[in-house]
């Protein structure tokens, strides 16, 4: 896991916003505060009371400050009419705000859909690999010439800067933000309470193996899977895992494969080597004793499972060269 930091998040709500771009990432923070504090949550606005397309007004948004604090996060959500907007007075101080918060140290920007246009405009692009609209891209394109622009991809992350689609998704986007913020484990978590279907790109982080084979509402093959997860080197037994769950061992290795399109087997095994594969890059820890404590009966044992998912050794892996993942 990794260490948890309390994140101030900063939406930019502007006249004109579509209420899935805004409400979509906001209740994956919602959702994943009601366990876990880990987010602190405003609003801002270049006007006290904007409304969203379709006239629903907000009220009692914080006024831009000066600066952001550092260590922050900036979330632009997108609006209908960007252009006229951007061309507007308002559009005009926002962009001069968005410029100067270039300033702050360590600020997080992640944008929506055509929220990617107003950070184009204030510089945030310049240089970076993104992503926005299908139907925006020639136009985030002119606006930063020199933005790397990805064209089939639900969100790019380049370190500190993230931006998506749009629509559904900034959702897709911030359980992934999630992840990077706390764990794995928590933001399938999070996401099964939300009930999404968990889609990743490949130019996203790598798909997670305790994300994978999730977007199901099986509770009881859920509840196999927190066990599997929480546990790998318990390596608990089918009639062990069934008896859990008031389920016939037969009856479960057929519904965990129709729910997740794997066997309890191949589930178990991307678990073991993910961890192994944290515990390589996070720690000191020998080759010998995280294959133990990932519950591999032998070193040679835990080298045959990694090798079915990485292109080079374990050794090789904790060097930091590249690595071509197949965990998907």
């Not at 930019?12 to 899935?20: A, D, M, R, T």
């Not at 689609?165 to 913020?181: K, P, V």
Request: aromatic letters at 6%; charged letters at 20%.
């Amino acid at each position: 896991m990794s260490t948890e930091r309390t994140i101030n998040c900063y939406f930019l709500i502007l006249p004109g916003f579509l209420p899935l771009d805004l409400a979509g990432p906001l209740q994956v923070l919602l959702t994943a505060n009601n366990k876990r504090q880990l987010y602190n949550i405003r609003y801002l606005g270049v006007e006290s009371a904007p409304a969203m397309k379709g006239g629903l007004l907000l009220q009692n948004l914080q006024s831009l400050p000066e600066l952001l604090p550092a260590n922050s996060r900036l979330i632009i959500p997108g609006l209908s009419g960007t252009d006229a907007f951007m061309q507007s007075a308002l559009g005009r101080k926002t962009t001069q705000w968005l410029r100067q918060q270039r300033q702050v140290a360590a600020l997080e920007v992640a944008t929506v859909c055509s929220g990617a246009l107003l950070a184009a405009s204030a510089g945030w692009l310049n240089n970076r690999h993104c992503t926005t609209h299908h139907d925006l891209l020639s136009r985030l394109q002119l606006l930063e010439p020199s933005a790397d622009i990805a064209i089939d991809r639900l969100y790019v992350q380049d370190r500190t800067l993230w931006t998506s689609a749009g629509i559904s998704s900034g959702i897709d986007m911030f359980l992934a933000m999630l992840q990077q913020d706390s764990d794995p484990a928590y933001a399938a978590q999070v996401a099964r309470e939300m009930v999404i279907y968990l889609r990743r790109s490949g130019d996203d982080p790598q798909l997670s193996p305790w994300l994978c084979g999730r977007n199901h509402l099986q509770q009881r093959i859920h509840k196999v899977q927190d066990s599997i997860s929480h546990n790998p080197q318990n390596n608990l037994s089918i009639n062990e895992l069934a008896m859990q769950v008031n389920m016939s061992p037969r009856n479960l290795t057929r519904a965990f494969r129709q729910a997740s399109g794997q066997s309890i087997q191949q589930y178990r095994e991307k678990i073991k080597v993910a961890q192994a594969q944290k515990l390589l890059k996070e720690t000191g820890t020998s080759v010998e004793l995280v294959a133990q404590a990932c519950g591999f009966q032998s070193s040679r044992s835990f080298r045959r499972a990694w090798s079915r998912y990485h292109s080079i050794s374990p050794v090789s892996y904790r060097q930091g060269r590249s690595d071509q993942q197949r965990l998907e």
